[in-house]
């Protein structure tokens, strides 16, 4: 069955370090999400993309933000200089269409910890 | 703007039991509604989901939903709890417009015991 693929699945990294969290979405789909989940918190929506370049973005996603998609399998998050606040748990995700109704499919996660 | 709120941040049944998780939401227009769960150390699935049409909902492993519009409610029930549905369970609305951007409430825990 196809699914997303996050790597790595832990990633500890120092504060003011620039981390890039990598995802494969399902091969067919065309568009991709990156959410995040904070230890005990709700999870949050931060971007989607679509057509090579962001179609939405949170209040969350600042400057320090950015995704890519470098080529035709993966799709990226980089956070430039990391801060003590962005400890999370980061899922992307991926969808065949938009509309509201399309199931999202979610890959498994990559925890990461600022130090 | 749309919101959920899940009631209950843990549950427990016993094996056999019924498995009954809240949720209600907050939407302006009509609301698609989804139930993801999170089994330890996986990503999220989704258990089923609600778009139009029949309000009854019948997802994977057994799981139903109801989409009660008067209440806004959409509570996820099992009539008989195994120890494999120990995971957490997000309860998410699909924003009105846009592309599919899931607005999650903040997820119940769910434990079976013997």
């Known amino acids: 069955e196809p699914e997303v693929t996050q790597t790595p699945s832990h990633q500890v990294t120092q504060m003011g370090q620039e981390v890039i969290l990598r995802c494969v979405p399902i091969?067919?789909?065309?568009?991709f999400y990156w959410y995040r989940q904070i230890l005990g918190q709700k999870v949050e929506f931060l971007v989607s993309?679509?057509?090579?370049?962001?179609?939405?973005k949170s209040e969350i996603f600042d400057d320090q933000f950015s995704v890519e998609r470098p080529d035709g399998s993966n799709f990226t998050l980089k956070i430039r200089s990391t801060k003590l606040e962005d400890s999370a748990m980061y899922f992307c995700?991926?969808?065949?269409?938009?509309?509201?109704?399309?199931?999202?499919?979610f890959g498994q996660g990559t925890r990461l910890t600022v130090v | 703007a749309q919101s959920v709120t899940q009631l209950g941040s843990h549950v427990s049944v016993s094996e056999g039991a019924l498995v009954l998780l809240r949720c209600n939401y907050s939407?302006?227009?009509?609301?698609?509604l989804f139930w993801y769960v999170q089994y330890p150390n996986q990503g999220l699935q989704l258990l089923l989901k609600y778009t139009t049409g029949a309000t009854l909902v019948k997802g994977i492993n057994g799981f139903e939903a109801e989409f009660k519009k008067s209440e806004t409610s959409f509570h996820l029930t099992k009539p008989s709890a195994h120890m494999s549905d120990a995971a957490e369970y997000f309860c998410?609305?699909?924003?009105?417009?846009?592309?599919?951007?899931?607005?999650f409430g903040a997820g119940t825990r769910l434990a079976v015991h013997p």
């Open positions: 091969s067919n789909h065309l568009y």
């Open positions: 939407s302006s227009v009509p609301p698609y």
């Open positions: 995700a991926s969808s065949e269409q938009a509309g509201q109704s399309t199931e999202a499919f």
């Open positions: 993309f679509y057509n090579n370049e962001i179609s939405e």
């Open positions: 998410a609305v699909s924003r009105a417009g846009g592309y599919n951007k899931l607005i």
